[in-house]
């Protein structure tokens, strides 16, 4: 083998595991695992690693599939993410923005923070407002299209409500807290998520505990066999199609149709037929292919670059030519950069 071969080899060895680590429910040993095993192979063989085993990010995607438990993926969305995560990260980035802010405060050298009736009303609407979205993207998740877009809108007027209190509330001081007050409670705040998290847990295990039968057989009790209505279960068929594996509604359609035909002509309860439907949707998320433009990682870096493009004009337009410009700009151009390689990735 030359040194170019070999340097090919170790480059697409150092890009399959980046992606490995990537995939929900590959932990280091896994990843360990795969890139010895491939490089066992090929030096066996002889073969080159793209020969052998093809692009190192389609194959990492399909080495975690076949790893991965069906039920663990099912539980997850197109992100790789249970609606769990999605409530933790709202909660989390209200604990980011209290520590966060609090440095910033202490840096700066003011160690106490006044407050206004402004900025205590402010500041409460938006980190509700952050929880509330985390909670929208939890409901999406979990396949509950309806409570989704209710939560969406009470996220809405949380949001239009901090805007009003920012500027239109009274700015007379009402008070003032010692700067670290703001990361102690952000500390607080994650310890309390970590404990009901912790407690959820446990209730989901017990839960889903083996009971005794009459029979003397064990079984597992299941929301799935409470799923006794076909017209709900085919409903939360296309909530999981469309929210959690984010298919096109059009597509959602066609299959929650032919399922539904299929139970008309068989007379069988969906839940017999079928399976849990957790289940049943990943498996027709996975034949479907392709997902909605909203899913894809080439919108939400646009819209990263739109962020980025309008908070640094209004740098411009204010004269503020210091480092909150230039770092905005070399965030722009990084989203940019991953855009474009992002595109040219799909062309090819």
Not at 241 to 262: C, E, I, K, Y
Request: some cysteine; hydrophobic content about 50%.
């Amino acid at each position: 083998m030359t040194a170019q071969h070999s340097e090919t080899h170790e480059k697409w060895a150092a890009s399959l595991e980046l992606r490995l680590a990537l995939q929900p429910g590959m932990d280091r040993a896994a990843v360990e695992d795969v890139i010895q095993e491939t490089a066992e192979y090929c030096a066996e063989t002889g073969e080159h690693p793209r020969e052998a085993f093809g692009d190192p990010d389609e194959y990492a995607v399909r080495v975690a599939r076949e790893r991965d438990p069906v039920g663990e993926r099912a539980g997850r969305d197109w992100a790789g993410l249970r609606p769990a995560d999605h409530l933790r990260a709202g909660v989390y980035g209200v604990v980011v923005l209290l520590v966060v802010g609090s440095g910033l405060a202490l840096v700066r050298g003011e160690w106490w923070v006044e407050l206004t009736f402004a900025s205590v009303a402010g500041s409460v609407l938006v980190m509700a407002a952050m929880v509330a979205t985390g909670t929208v993207l939890a409901l999406r998740a979990a396949g509950r299209a309806r409570a989704a877009a209710a939560a969406a809108v009470g996220t809405l007027v949380l949001v239009v409500a901090g805007a009003i209190a920012f500027l239109g509330l009274p700015r007379d001081p009402v008070g003032r807290l010692p700067a670290w007050a703001f990361a102690a409670g952000g500390v607080l705040l994650a310890l309390l998520g970590r404990w009901l998290e912790s407690s959820a847990r446990t209730r989901r295990k017990a839960a889903t505990a083996p009971v005794q039968k009459a029979d003397g057989t064990d079984s597992a009790v299941s929301v799935e066999a409470d799923a006794s209505d076909t017209d709900q279960w085919l409903g939360h068929l296309g909530g999981l199609l469309s929210g959690r594996h984010g298919l096109p509604r059009n597509r959602v359609r066609q299959l929650v149709t032919d399922a539904r035909l299929h139970l008309a002509a068989t007379g069988a309860a969906p839940a017999e037929e079928f399976g849990p439907v957790e289940v049943y949707a990943l498996e027709l998320a996975e034949q479907a292919g392709g997902r909605a433009w909203w899913t894809r990682d080439g919108t939400y870096l646009a819209l990263t670059g739109v962020l980025f493009a309008g908070y640094g004009l209004d740098r411009l337009v204010d004269g503020d030519y210091g480092w909150a410009l230039w770092g905005c700009a070399a965030a722009l151009a990084l989203t940019l950069w991953l855009l474009t390689a992002q595109l040219l990735k799909t062309r090819t």
